[in-house]
Nanobody, 127 residues
């Protein structure tokens, strides 16, 4: 059984930065990802990383501002968020799957393809 624990959320002013962490325990991860859900909205894809080669993918809304990474030694995934905007306000969820999809696969951004989920961490961007 895979367990995911997020940390690093908080309140930040527009233009600021935050770094989220996701500790992965139990099992093996082929891919992990970040999703987010804003109040009254559906959960949406943010970014994903394939663990064996570090291949990444980003949603257009965060491309160039967010960076996903992973530390294989500590089994931790990160999301460095820079130039934060009020519309980035959401609960951010860590997700994992034992599968490693092809680089161009739509499954990589499909929340239904991730079997394991963390509890979420709140990110609020406000002045």
């Amino acid at each position: 059984q895979v367990e995911l624990v997020e940390s690093g959320g908080g309140l930040v002013q527009p233009g600021g930065s935050l770094k989220l962490s996701c500790a992965v325990s139990g099992g093996t991860s082929g891919s992990t990802a970040w999703f987010r859900q804003a109040p009254g909205q559906e959960r949406e894809f943010v970014s994903t990383i394939r663990w064996f080669d570090g291949n990444t993918r980003y949603a257009d809304a965060v491309k160039g501002r967010f960076t996903i990474s992973r530390d294989r030694a500590t089994k931790t995934m990160y999301l460095q968020m820079n130039s934060l905007k009020p519309e980035d306000t959401a609960v951010y969820y860590c997700a994992a799957t034992p599968r490693s999809y092809n680089s161009g696969s739509s499954y990589r951004s499909d929340q239904l393809k991730y079997e394991y989920w963390g509890q979420g961490t709140q990110v609020t961007v406000s002045s």
